[in-house]
């Protein structure tokens, strides 16, 4: 291990590969509830119905991003860095900027930007606890603000823990967001991935 | 083209005319100007002490990380002696990129194109199959290193410029390094970075950015209301902020070079610390054990004594510099951050903003922490960085949608003959027994910190070359 990225928090391997658990098959009914939590979210938050939103996050919530950096030779794979995160929020940091998107004075967002949260790629795996489930899934965003006549891109994978809580139920317990980008082709993360 | 003292555009436009000195107005032309921005390269970029990063970055011999000085990468790495060096990223033989990372660790730098290989200090060591000896033979080996910087640390901040003969680090920072002594080397350990920066691309001119982070105190109550509303800063709703006012009443300091920074009183900023009318009745002592700056902990006061003035002390007790700027491109920003869930507050965050044409700007922040807190506080201080600067804050995200808007106004026909102004000035009124230099301005945060700014700039920029 270099010794610059020794304190880069890296000792977790990257990708965060939820491959421990049993693989949940494509198009089984697990695997489509999860992926119409995962739609519904996306339809949420592309709607700014963050009151809905809100009522899929759990109280434990972990919603991070880490950074990404470009790497050469045999480090060339370790490119994700959690020392210094994009996004480090809880479940009362979420909702505090809920709060905030609902004042008069939230410019970021107001006008909103207009987004559309491409969902693809589902992966499901058992986790170690019979009513959680370790998710992968992949998104595209495209976000437009104003006049701009080009739309502003973001890919990145989300490595989410899903809970049961109820007949067809889940909620979101952990999103770790791994961006593609070193340095973001965005202004800002006023919005949610 | 550059005549002797007087830039002048293609158009016969003298740079100088774009800053009104008797109507304190500055062109929007500046904003968007491609020929400006050409000119800005050398005479500011190439000529200031430019923010890289922290030597907590590069701990060890062979670290380096890769950063940019205006639009010309270098590698800042740290040699077998423990010497950090700034060098251009660019091959001496044909212009290739040397350094393909942007963190790592190398005791040797071997360009992909041909092969010529380069020490941590930037010095050549040969190219392959030494007998051809294809670096030539018309420069000798000692010549054919890459081209270095001149590096100074200050709270192992790592500055650099290729202004190699020009004045010093320390020179430059002025009366303003008596104010930044008390952020960046008050500790015994100093402080560290928390990791890499956050980067990401700002489609705005840089100086949108740069001469808002020369104190401009005033936006507060307007673009960052949100943090009034959600009631964590000032005891005010959406519809009394302006007569309430909270954060706009202290102590501005500026210098000639046109850095500064805000010295605010904590109680009249976050609501948390408002109800502590007890405050008032501690005395410095008192004061820094139960509201420490941002950043310091009980634990460590004993180490400011040592590191500072009692003045400077005082300072800190009462009313801590805690937003500021470093002239040309530097954000500071060491702020309270209170937290209602128990976990240690402060936030410590520095941003460059780093020109990348005359209409994109890459705003880098890093966040820090002293060395000497525990894991737990560093933690929470990165959480607290995140939440409200950079990226995803709730503070930040706001000025990031404005630059945009003003640089693209810049670019109208009509719009860039506009000019930003700069008509609200305090003047300076030093308080008694104030224990630092510069330019101060006691009371209502106004426009004078951001207009020495752009002296300084004007300065740079016409000055005989």
Redesign the interface.
Known sequence: MTTATASLGMERPTPVDPTTGKRIATGSALYNEVLEFLYDEAGMLDQQKFDDWAKLLAEDLSYTAPLRITRQGPDRLNTVVRTTLHFDDDYGSIMARLQRLGTKSAWAEDPPSRTRRFVTNLRVWESAKSQEFEVESYLLLSRSRYEQSQLQMLSCVRHDLVRRSGAGAFKLARREIIVDQSVLGMANLAVFL | MLTESKPVLSDGTKIADLINLETREVSMRLLSDHEVYKIEMERIFGKTWLLLGHDT?????????VRDMGEDQVIVSRDRKGEVHVLLNVCPHRGMRVC??????AQMHRCVYHGWAFRPDGSFMGAPIEREQMHGNIFAKEDLGLKKARVQLYGGLIFATWNINGPSLEEFLGDSKFYFDLLFCRTDGGLEA???????????NWKAAAEQSASDGFHTL??H???M??GQYGRAT?DDIYANAPAMYGVDISCKQGHSLRCIPAEVTFTMFMSMDELKKLSPDQRLEVLPPPGITKEMLPELKRHMSPEGLRLMAKAPPQVGGMFPNVLVLFIYAPRT?GGASGALALHTYVPRGPDHV??TNW?FAEKSASPQMKRDM??NS??QA?????I???D???W?HMSRNARGAMGRNQTMKYGALLGEKKPADWPGGGYVYDGFTKDDTQWNWWLYYRELMTAKS
Do not use: C, H
């Open positions: 970055e590069i701990p060890n011999s062979g670290d380096y990380v393909m990372a942007e963190i790592g660790n928390l990791g890499p920066p956050q980067k990401f691309i700002v489609p705005a307007t673009l209301r949100s943090l509303e959600t959406a869930d890459e705003f966040m990165m959480a995140v939440r950079g990226t995803s804050g709730t930040e995200q706001d990031s949608d404005t945009p």
